[in-house]
C-alpha cells in the first residue's frame, strides 16, 4: 500500500468516475422509465430527445472510461509523476462533468469542447506515463 501511497488523489478519481457513470445509468433509466421507453428497443437517435442524450451521455462515458483506467495503471505501474498525473486525470474527470452537462442541456459545441478537455486529459496520462520509462 505504501507504493500507491503518492497515486491515492488518482485513485480517489476512479470513485467519482465511477459514482459519475453510475448517476449518468440511473438518469438515462429514470428518462427511459418516465418516457415508458420498452426496454431492449433500440433508443430512436435523436438529439431533440432527452431519452437519447441521456443514453448517449452514459455511453460516452463508458467508452472513455476503459482507456483511463488503462492510462492510470500505466502511469502508477510506471512510477510516473503521481502530481501530473493526478492533475491529467483531473482534467479529464472535469472534462467528463462538463461533456455530461452540456450533454443532457443538448449544447453541441460546448459538449464538443468538453470532449476535447477529455481527450487532452487522456492524452496527457498517456504522455506523463510514456516519460516515465
Not at 512510477?79 to 483531473?90: P, Q, R, V, Y
Not at 470532449?115 to 496527457?124: E, K, S, Y
Request: charged share 10%; with cysteine.
Amino acid at each position: 500500500m505504501e507504493l500507491l501511497a503518492p497515486y491515492k488523489n488518482i485513485i480517489f478519481i476512479f470513485g467519482i468516475v465511477g459514482i459519475i457513470s453510475l448517476f449518468q445509468l440511473i438518469i438515462a433509466d429514470l428518462c427511459a422509465l418516465k418516457l415508458k421507453h420498452t426496454p431492449g428497443y433500440p433508443i430512436k437517435p435523436d438529439h431533440n430527445s432527452l431519452l437519447f442524450r441521456t443514453a448517449r451521455t452514459h455511453s460516452n462515458t463508458n467508452e472513455s472510461i476503459a482507456v483511463f483506467v488503462i492510462f492510470s495503471l500505466f502511469g502508477i505501474f510506471s512510477a510516473a509523476d503521481a502530481e501530473w498525473l493526478f492533475n491529467f486525470a483531473l482534467v479529464f474527470l472535469v472534462g467528463r462533468l462538463l461533456h455530461m452537462v452540456f450533454y443532457y442541456a443538448n449544447v453541441q459545441l460546448a459538449r464538443s469542447a468538453a470532449f476535447v478537455l477529455v481527450l487532452i486529459g487522456l492524452l496527457g496520462m498517456f504522455i506523463v506515463s510514456i516519460l516515465a520509462w
